[in-house]
């Protein structure tokens, strides 16, 4: 529902009549600042809350003791960072959602901010950073099992692809398909050669777990079907889209692949133009070329695909093919906890969406792990000093991009030279190098490990890893400086000229500054460092504000 301000005033006045906290509405004074990740924590919590009691939202007041007392908050102040927190909350938690709206409103002289935060989906506990939050009385506290439960049977799980195709019989079936899905289950299962010999069609179908007492299934016609049985799926279009873009979006060629999805995966593969890659050596480091994917990457990454696509929403599966980067795209939110979860802890899914489908894949070798390929994918590319896969779960859909070749010389290297750096440090590490924003605890890890410096959100590699990866002239570049150091030239300069512009001293500092901060940044610098010499009677400006001159104080 829609609230203008004068609607949020009176929610906020019934909020403060109701008495106390409860599981759906909370009071902080954040007078000055409010930590991030605890924000977040709120938010989870909040909305999970307002699943589990049936509030159509939940509500976090900023600028309010609990006593009821107005103290005002100072909570980000410029009204776009308020704007922004919308994104960085998503960003954040399952399925990216986030506040319902931000309402900044001045009461009795004070600033009050009151979020307006939506309850968990149907069936879908929320997650912050990949953990569950609840309330407990007043306190923050970690969603129990029992109320994830509770919230997760709120949904029985239908599986789509287990159900018969009514009139479809074996005629339906590609023989081919068959035959290589027989292969494939050899492959998997050693052993059963002598046993499978006396096993009719239906009776390998059934045992592969294609079919159902001989029926024929959704399953069956989406990986075995001939291309003219798709119609038994309508109006669930059975398609896999290949499209080659150029590095502007251009698109320049593309094809569809329908069933028999077992087959029609190795054509697809085949036009993806996996090229070699070329590393820019550096004392023999690393070896001289590379395929940009490793097949199993790709192949995983198609699967994966089809075994999680939400059919019910009609859509096709994307793979779209750039000269540096591949796309996947399927429909349907991403079911575990997070990504982090799954790779870090190496924690397969424990529902999944088509459990039938994932089933029959598994059986015929078109999912060549139980649940632990995300990881491996991780994997692939850290071995070879790739920036790590990219998943966007937005929007009810799944996009994961594999980018094929090196994004950051320096996050390669550290690779390439500590081997024993964790899966969770390289995680980390990718973050930084994607300039992606990391949490306050993510900081913490990273420079107790001595693997960054810098401030937020600014970072690059520390000295001591520089030192050992032989970067030490790089450290220095991005780096920067000490301040006493900058005062010094612009005082050399002054006297050599006998004053300088904004301009000059600009064209005299920019290439020395840290590679780290971008223009507007280098520009406050110089500005606080003449600042800062102003106030303490080294320098002065004898012309205007918009055409100065800095001369010595004498």
């Given at each position: 529902m829609e609230h203008n301000q004068v609607d949020v005033i009176e929610i906020f006045k019934r909020l403060v009549r109701s008495g106390s906290e409860n599981e759906v509405v909370e009071f902080k004074q954040a007078k000055n600042s409010f930590d991030f990740t605890k924000l977040g924590r709120y938010f989870s919590a909040l909305s999970n809350e307002a699943n589990l009691n049936r509030a159509p939202e939940a509500y976090l007041v900023f600028g309010i003791a609990n006593d009821k007392t107005l103290v005002g908050s100072n909570f980000r102040k410029s009204s776009q960072a308020l704007h922004n927190l919308k994104q960085e909350i998503a960003e954040k938690t399952t399925d990216g959602i986030?506040?319902?709206?931000?309402?900044?409103?001045?009461?009795?002289?004070?600033?009050?901010?009151?979020?307006?935060?939506?309850?968990?989906?149907?069936?879908?506990?929320?997650?912050?950073?990949?953990?569950?939050?609840?309330?407990?009385?007043?306190?923050?506290?970690?969603?129990?099992?029992?109320?994830?439960?509770?919230?997760?049977s709120q949904v029985i799980m239908h599986d789509w692809t287990a159900e018969i195709v009514k009139?479809?019989?074996?005629?339906?079936?590609?023989?081919?398909?068959i035959e290589f899905a027989k292969e494939k289950f050899l492959q998997k299962f050693s052993g059963k050669e002598k046993e499978i010999e006396d096993?009719?069609?239906?009776?390998?179908?059934?045992?592969?777990?294609?079919?159902?007492?001989?029926?024929?299934?959704?399953?069956?016609?989406?990986?075995?079907?001939?291309?003219?049985?798709?119609?038994?799926?309508?109006?669930?279009?059975?398609?896999?889209?290949?499209i080659l873009r150029d590095q502007e979006g251009n698109q320049l060629d593309y094809e569809l692949f329908s069933c028999p999805l077992i087959l029609n995966v190795n054509h697809l593969y085949s036009r993806i133009r996996n090229l070699k890659y070329r590393y820019i050596r550096d004392k023999s480091l690393f070896p001289e070329e590379v395929n940009q994917y490793e097949p199993f990457t790709i192949r995983e990454a198609i699967n994966n695909c089809i075994a999680h696509q939400d059919y019910t929403q009609g859509g096709r599966i994307n793979v779209v093919e750039y000269p540096d980067h591949l796309v996947f795209t399927n429909k349907g939110r991403f079911l575990p906890v997070s990504v982090e979860e799954v790779v870090i802890n190496d924690a397969p899914e424990e529902t999944y969406r088509n459990p039938f489908l994932a089933t029959a894949m598994f059986n015929i070798g078109m999912v060549d792990t139980a649940g632990g390929g995300i990881r491996k994918m991780f994997l692939n590319q850290a071995q070879k000093y790739f920036p790590l896969p990219e998943y966007n779960l937005k929007n009810s859909k799944v996009e994961l991009s594999i980018l094929g070749k090196v994004l950051d010389m320096n996050y390669a290297e550290i690779l390439a030279k500590n081997k024993d750096l964790s899966l969770s440090d390289i995680m980390l590490l990718d973050k930084v190098q994607k300039r992606k924003r990391i949490s306050n605890q993510e900081i913490k890890i990273l420079k107790s490990n001595r693997l960054i410096e810098g401030r937020k959100p600014n970072f690059y590699l520390s000295k001591q890893v520089a030192q050992r990866t032989g970067q030490k002239a790089r450290y220095s570049v991005v780096k920067g400086f000490d301040k006493q150091y900058y005062k010094d030239l612009i005082v050399k300069a002054i006297k050599e000229h006998g004053s300088m512009s904004r301009s000059d001293i600009d064209d005299l500092l920019w290439e020395k500054l840290p590679n780290s901060l971008n223009e507007d940044q280098k520009k406050n610098k110089v500005m606080n460092l003449l600042s800062e010499m102003r106030r303490k009677g080294k320098i002065k400006n004898i012309g205007s504000m918009t055409k100065s001159q800095w001369v010595l104080i004498s």
């Open positions: 986030t506040f319902l709206e931000i309402h900044p409103f001045y009461h009795k002289d004070k600033r009050i901010i009151v979020f307006r935060i939506p309850p968990a989906p149907v069936g879908i506990p929320i997650a912050f950073e990949g953990h569950y939050y609840a309330r407990n009385n007043e306190s923050l506290a970690p969603l129990n099992i029992e109320k994830i439960e509770r919230i997760r009139g479809a019989d074996l005629n339906d079936l590609d023989e081919q398909a096993w009719d069609t239906l009776t390998f179908l059934n045992k592969a777990k294609i079919t159902r007492k001989g029926k024929i299934t959704r399953a069956a016609i989406i990986l075995l079907g001939k291309p003219e049985s798709e119609h038994f799926l309508n109006p669930v279009e059975c398609k896999v889209r290949w």
